[in-house]
């Protein structure tokens, strides 16, 4: 059965938790929703982890389309939320409406996601008020990197604390459906969870939260180029594409491959009376 909102919402009610990976294209997204993931983010991460970007602010609505229409194909029982890009609902209400709307209707979102506190209040109610459901994400939003000067833990001070949860009241009363909490000290996302009505989705926020998300190259140890104390490795896929590719390198070389078994025949009078 389809995982919606509503899904989300009788979760947080009966206390089962939320299970969400990201994917970027149509064979993962399939993986993921037949291994029963609640939910897929097509992250704005995939400026980092598909296109090799420093960060996530060069991502543009067309890559978060493509992207996202690929997943939308593959996720037959997964609710799919896309990620609004840097600078297309920062600009103004306007602009958030239309592009939460190209992300529903050119990619088949059936959510969205877009990264602050109070400052997005107004993008999220008219979002919400489009019809379209819209996830927040609070604390270390990578779209602000440069203001934060880097990735790091956020809410750690007693003022910092008391400004992500305010930020965290003014998102629910905003509509936002659930809350990315990400890098966050595990007390105040428990705090948070606690006093919302919408569930919490975690990532480097603690096991309190209503839910748990990770980058799924982050899970399965495929992206090396950094790794967040809060990643989990499940496996090594990696490693093991390393291999595969190598074995496929000296197979070509050493003429084991193709075989038999992988080769197509034809009556070879055919080929000798070809003029
Ligand atoms: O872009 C992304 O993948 C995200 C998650 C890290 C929450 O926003």
Known sequence: ????????????????????????????????????????????????????????????????IH??????RGAKNAMVVIDMPFM???????????????????????AVKLEGGLEVCPQITAIVNAGIPVMAHLGLTPQSINAFGGFKVQGKTAEKAQKLLDDARAVEKAGAFALVLECIPSKLAERITKELTIPTIGIGAGSECDGQVLVYQDMLGMFSDFTPKFVKKYT?????????????????????FPCEEHTYYIDSKVVDGLK
Request: net charge negative; charged share 20%.
């Open 1 to 64: 059965m389809k995982n919606t909102v509503l899904t989300m919402q009788n979760s947080k009610k009966d206390g089962t938790k939320i299970s969400m990976l990201t994917a970027y294209d149509y064979s993962t997204a399939k993986l993921i929703d037949e291994a029963g993931i609640n939910a897929i983010l097509v992250g704005d991460s995939l400026g980092n982890v598909m296109l090799g970007y420093e960060n996530t602010l060069a991502v543009t609505m067309e890559d978060m």
């Open 236 to 256: 090594s896929v990696g490693e093991a594409m390393k291999e595969a590719f190598k074995a496929y390198h000296e197979e070509i070389n050493n003429g084991s």
């Open 67 to 72: 992207h996202g229409a690929a997943v939308a």
């Open 88 to 110: 297309s609902y920062q600009t103004s209400v306007y602009d958030a409406v239309v592009n939460a709307g190209r992300l529903v209707k050119e990619a088949g979102a059936n």
